[in-house]
């Protein structure tokens, strides 16, 4: 396959994967670009391996990984989170809305994780390989993820509406 095969098969699942973790499609756009452009620089040695998608999958994650290592130094963040939501008659909607929003809070790496376990439904295997880490950090990951967002979620049920009392 070459590499505009690829990419013309491919660009789209790597690009909401990059959207997933990002939380944002522009920055994802950029992710994936970069990583693209890497990939095609070295396509013979990606394609010989034999398994240029989840070569190419890490190299989105690390991308997405460095920019974030990178600009958080750099880039000032509000200290409080905008409310972007719109109220929807379709909970279900505003439901994915408000988890997206949640998983965005993560630390990076806890953030990829999570996409790669349940977006990409990757065995905790391919996620340390993704990851480069071992398939117990990446346990350690999903778990203090999955508690984050229980505390999340369960903080928010105790006081709905941000009050004291």
Known sequence: MTFEEYVATRAPSLLRLAGVLAG????AEDVVQEALVRAGQR????EALGAPDAYVRRMVVNEYLSWRRKWSRQVSRPEVALDRTVPDPADRIV?????AERIGRLPA????AIVLRFYDDLPNAAIADVLGC??????SHISHALSALRI??????LNPAGKDG
């Open 43 to 46: 396509w013979e040695h990606i």
């Open 134 to 139: 071992s398939v117990g950090t990446v346990r």
């Open 152 to 157: 999340d979620i369960a903080s928010e049920r």
């Open 24 to 27: 944002d499609r522009h920055l």
């Open 109 to 112: 790496r806890q953030r990829a």
């Open 95 to 99: 439901q994915r809305d408000d988890l």
